[in-house]
């Protein structure tokens, strides 16, 4: 990824960090241009992006996708396959890293330090408010990412407060070999699978409590991942 690239790296990050720099900032256009960083990249690194139930995205923005967790290269199966603009919830020790950190600024993204409750419950906070404006969100609930391959750390509760406070549509999502492209010592071509679950509206958890929500929610991902899988 990083040899075929190498001439267009400035390029592709220059555009990443003025985009994210600019006054008169746009979203539509910022996002835009990462997913066609993102696009470039992955084909440069030899990773095809296979995406079901695109039709399961709300119409609507003003909603959080909640996927199992992988490793960095998470995001960037979104951002390829995803239509509509989203902003997502990384944790500190990694938002440092180069191009990752442009990422952040151009789609306006936040950080989040789990090791501070406050500022943690700050950032959930924010997440509702953003998304009760009409800004669409993605977090992790397992908190950290599975060294397991396909399978599933336990979903932390409290990050679906945001959703909660927000009353939006959750979006299940089911990620399949998105640790391959990172975490594999190999060059070979790689399929990441991304399943868009149908969302759950308020209506559906509102009488639950936020343990009950994680737990559902881990439970569609994993049906949708043994069925996806094979």
Request: net charge positive.
């Amino acid at each position: 990824m990083v040899v075929r690239l190498i001439f267009r790296v400035p390029y592709y990050l220059l555009g990443i960090w003025w985009n994210g720099k600019r006054k008169d900032y746009d979203q539509e256009r910022a996002y835009a241009f990462v997913k066609k960083v993102t696009k470039a990249a992955n084909r440069a690194g030899r990773v095809t992006i296979e995406s079901h139930g695109l039709e399961n995205i709300p119409k609507e923005n003003g909603f959080i996708f909640f996927p199992n967790h992988q490793g960095l290269f998470d995001v960037l199966v979104f951002l390829e396959s995803c239509p509509v603009p989203f902003a997502f919830v990384i944790k500190k020790e990694a938002s440092n890293v180069i191009l990752l950190k442009q990422v952040i600024s151009a789609l306006r993204s936040i950080v989040i330090d789990r090791e501070d409750i406050r500022q943690s419950m700050q950032v959930i906070n924010q997440m509702a408010e953003e998304v009760r404006k009409g800004r669409n969100f993605l977090i992790f609930a397992e908190g950290t990412r599975s060294k397991m391959g396909n399978k599933l750390l336990p979903f932390k509760g409290g990050t679906f407060k945001s959703a909660v406070k927000a009353k939006c549509p959750i979006v299940p999502c089911a990620l399949i070999d998105s640790f391959k492209p990172f975490d594999e010592k190999s060059i070979a071509p790689v399929t990441v699978k991304l399943i868009y679950l149908p969302p759950i509206y308020y209506e559906e958890y509102a009488s639950m409590k936020t343990p009950e929500i994680a737990d559902m929610v881990k439970g569609r991902i994993e049906a949708a991942i043994s069925e996806y899988e094979k």
